[in-house]
């Protein structure tokens, strides 16, 4: 894994960890959004601060069918791809 897929991780991880108030390393790949307490609001605050930090516009038909931390970085693993 290259290391700027890992920085991709630890930036999911940590939004995750602002948006629902929980300590970053408590959310481990497994972690569903909806335990976490993600609303539709906070969905959308998620993929705006994602989007803000990455600067990669995540597509928001993919980012509705994430439902896990893992399902999150791959995501963000994709949207760092070329075009």
Do not use: C, K, N, Y
Not at 40 to 63: F, M, Y
């Amino acid at each position: 894994m290259s290391t700027h897929a890992l920085g991709q991780q630890t930036v999911a991880r940590q939004v995750l960890a602002e948006i629902s108030g929980r300590a970053a390393d408590s959310i481990i790949a497994s972690t569903r959004l909806s335990d976490l307490g993600l609303d539709s609001l906070s969905r959308l605050t998620l993929a705006v601060l994602l989007e803000e930090r990455t600067g990669r516009p995540l597509p928001d038909e993919e980012l509705i069918s994430v439902r896990t931390l893992d399902d999150l970085e791959r995501l963000l693993r994709l949207a760092e791809r070329p075009a």
